[in-house]
Structures are given as C-alpha cells and as structure tokens.
C-alpha cells in the first residue's frame, strides 16, 4: 500500500515539472524560407514561323460528262495526254440527232413556203384595196361597201403574214435547238491541262445521267501549270497575314529542297469543325514538278503587331483548375491567372495581369502558395522571343 502511494506521489511530481515543456511551434524565420531562381518578364513582338501541313490542288480541275445521250465514237485522250484550250478530245455518235435535224428542217421550210404564200396574198390583196380606194373617188364608179371588203381583206392578209412569220421563227429556234444539241457530241478541251484520269472507251453509252448525281465522268481534266497550295491556318495565328507575303514550303518527293509562292488569297471565314482559315497560295508549276494532290510541310511566318510578354515554359503550371505564373513582391508570392500562346525557344508567351519586368518563378509549382515567404536567387537575362525555329 505504501508502495502505491509513493508512485502515485511521483507521478503527480513530474507531470507539474513537465507541464510547461510542451514545443512552441515558431515563426518560420528567413532561414527557413524556400529558395526559388527568379526571372523577368519579358516584353517583345513575336516573330517566328510555325510548320503547318497544306495540300498542293490543281488551280482548275473538271470532270467531262456529256451532255446528250450518244454512244461514244472516238477518244483522242488517255491518262497523262496534255491537251490545249478548244482542242476535240471526244466525239459522239447520236442517230436520233439526225433524224431531228432533219425534222427541223422540213418544218422551216414548210413555215417559209406558208409566208411566201401569205405575203403573196397580202400583195394581192393590198393592190386591189388601193384600185378600189382610187376608183371610188369618182362618184358612182365603185360602191363604198366593195372599197370596204378590200380593206378588210388586206387587214385579214397582215396577220395570216404575222402568223407565218411567227412560225417561221419557232421553226428556225427548233433548228437551232437541235443544231446546238448536235454541237455537244463534240467534246473540247475547256483548258489547258492534263488528263488525270479516264474511265470510259468507244462503243459506251452514255448521257446526261452519268453526271455529278450519276456514275463517272468520261475524263477529269486539271491544270498543273498553275496550283493552289491550301494551308489550313489556325485561327490564333491568322492576325497578321497579308496577301502578297511569301512563304516557303517542302513537298517529300524534294527532300531537302525548299519552294516560295505568295499568298494569294485568305477566305476570312473560320472553319467551325477544324477552328482554322483556309488560306491559299499561288504557286507556279509550268516545268510540271510539283504534283496536285501532294501534301507538304509549310513554314508559316507568326508575327504580332504589338509587344506580347514572354516566361520560361517552365514558370508556367497549373493546379486542375487555372493556369498560373509565381510572382514575387516583397519576398512572398503571388498567383497571377495567365492564358497561354505560342512556346518559342523555350519561353511561352502570356496573357495576364503581367508586367514586363515582374519577376516570376523559374520553375513554378502548386506546392508553393499564395503569400509564401520566399529566399530569391539570381535573375538571368530574359530569352528573346523572336526566333525562326518552330514553337514546340
């Protein structure tokens, strides 16, 4: 029992020595700051050039599908035949056609006899008129009512002329008619070109239903003395572009070797499904190296009209929620919401409530909050934005 005690009596002893020792959590103090590498926000216009995919199309291209159903008589052309403006590359048989002309003909030629007679008539008719009007004027020579039948036949004869002569015109508009059908079983070239592609032979069938909203064309003809090189241009980088401005690009049947053409024309509309702009450059092709249809590599020139502001790709990051650089002020750090543009050599440009001068976190992170006391280290030089290498 007294053992008890005495433990007891111990126990209450040094818990009241020990009850003021608890640890006092400090102040973190200078010593214990993070030590982070500042830089400067820089401020420069963006000049640099961008490598975007663009497909090489002929300047015109078209499918040839007839006009009238024929059977197909000759074909001057195949696949790889250079043909020249108005030069006949496909004739058509159509019997029918003849037998229509012929039609057409006999029916001219029966409203031009029909007007011969009605003019006849008319002459005959309008002489004996005017016999009677100068008989008539010798009183009791010629009763008034015969000088009245004259009159009204020869008015009845103009317009049996005026009908005849109505006919004659639909006669001589169904000739033409048939005479322009006839014209379309000769096919001509509509330009300077190439034949890319045939897919009919003498002896076929064809018509006007073998067109777009049919089978296939006879032949498709494009222009390679003159192309289109389309470049899909994002939307962001559509700002400072000019008609007229060169720009070089690659295709892979000439590695290494590098071709200009302006741009020629800019379709100011963005395309919803890909947000870019299609935009077009005009390139010359007369010596025939450059296919239609090939894609190539575009170097396309970025340039901003105003000084944008520039970090290390490194002093921006993200926590899920918003994008962010480190400010420092003061030796505590801010969070400074920023949008992101194009990555050159290593610096990203910024959007944001940046100044150029402002010092930022080399190597930014979440782990650092807002209001942290900091230790800076040394600022380097800020890294100039104008580069001609393509962003990352």
Known sequence: MKTVIVALALSVFFSGCNGNSQPVASKPTETDA??????????QKLATVLTLPAQLVPFETVDIYPKVTGF???IHVDRGSRVHKGELIIRLSAPELVAQRAQAESALRVAES?????QAKLAA???????LASAAKTPGVVAENDVMVASQ???????????AESNVAAARDALRSVTQLE?????????DGIVTTRNLHPGALVGPASGPSGTLPIVRIVDTDHLRLVVPVPEAYVGEMQVGQPVAFTVPAYPGETFQAPIARISRDVEPNTRTMPVELDVHNANGRLSPGSFSSVQWPVHRG???LFVPV????????RTFVERVRNAKTEWVDVATGLSVNGNMEVFGDLHAGDEVIRNATDAIRPGQQVKTGSSPKPVSADSRDSPK
Do not use: R
């Not at 993070?34 to 401020?43: A, D, H, K, M, R």
């Not at 490194?314 to 929620?321: E, I, L, P, W």
């Open 72 to 74: 197909m008589e000759t």
């Open 114 to 118: 029909q007007l011969t007679t009605a």
């Open 34 to 43: 993070q030590t982070v590498e500042l830089v400067p926000v820089s401020s």
């Open 153 to 163: 036949t020869a008015s009845a004869d103009q317009g049996q002329v005026q009908s």
């Open 125 to 131: 008719d309008n002489g004996t008129y005017l016999h």
């Open 183 to 191: 014209s379309y079983l000769e096919i001509h070239a509509p330009f």
């Open 314 to 321: 490194s002093a921006v990051t993200n926590d899920q929620q």
């Open 306 to 308: 105003l000084p944008t």
